[in-house]
């Protein structure tokens, strides 16, 4: 992974004008979402708003710790709020509400935990790790250890974030893009068999 930590709108905006070029050269324009907030804080009153936000396109990672921004970026409220590329979280719908409390706003989000879950695991609600897990490498069962509620709480912090929590934000993300992007490839796979089942064939060797 490239990662990027800032909290410069200029810094993020870059990234984003990196990242559109190298979406509008790809057929498939997918972007991994990841929202950090403190999950216990927040009232009717005073809502949580979101305390870092990550992207990933590719490889290619950006960690935004928006609550210590120095500007509002509109580029990103931009990048997020259109139709032409394809965002895609885990369990999606609090970290929505938290953008939109932060006056940002994503309308094509798609949620993996809805989309798929690992049939060999017998838990009732699966998280990211289980998932990436199953899909990516078993490595990634164990991306959440050590991270507890007391680190959730810290997000907000003055930056630079921690080494350790620079890393869970920036996992986090590359997993949420790596997972959707191999379940877009296996759905497309078996799609195209159906679609043209003359091409089945056995082995070549």
């Known amino acids: 992974m490239k990662v990027l930590y800032t909290n410069a709108a200029s810094s993020v905006e870059e990234w984003i004008t ?4 190298s979406l509008d050269s790809s057929a498939r324009k997918i972007v991994g979402l990841d929202v950090e907030y403190d999950k216990l804080n927040g009232s009717y009153f005073s809502p949580k708003k979101a305390d870092v936000i990550q992207l990933c396109v590719g490889t ?3 960690v935004y710790h928006i609550c210590h921004a120095d500007e509002r970026s509109e ?3 931009e ?4 139709y032409r590329y394809t965002f895609v979280g885990f369990c999606v719908a609090e970290d929505r509400t938290v953008l939109s409390c932060s006056k940002y706003y994503v309308h094509n989000l798609k949620d993996i935990q809805a989309i798929w879950r690992d049939p060999d695991n017998k838990k009732r609600l699966q998280g990211l790790k289980d998932v990436a897990g199953a899909i990516i490498d078993p490595i990634y069962f164990e991306m959440k250890d050590g991270f507890g509620r007391k680190e959730h709480r810290m997000w907000a ?3 630079p974030l921690p080494p350790k929590r620079l890393e869970y934000a920036a996992r986090d993300a590359y997993a949420t893009y790596e ?3 191999r379940l877009d490839v296996f759905e497309r796979g078996f799609f195209a068999l159906f679609k043209h089942p003359e091409k089945k064939r056995g082995r070549d060797w």
């Open 18 to 21: 990196n990242a559109e070029a």
């Open 75 to 77: 580029k990103l409220y």
């Open 179 to 181: 997972v959707f992007r």
């Open 79 to 82: 990048f997020l709020f259109g």
């Open 60 to 62: 290619d990672v950006l």
């Open 157 to 159: 912090d003055l930056p």
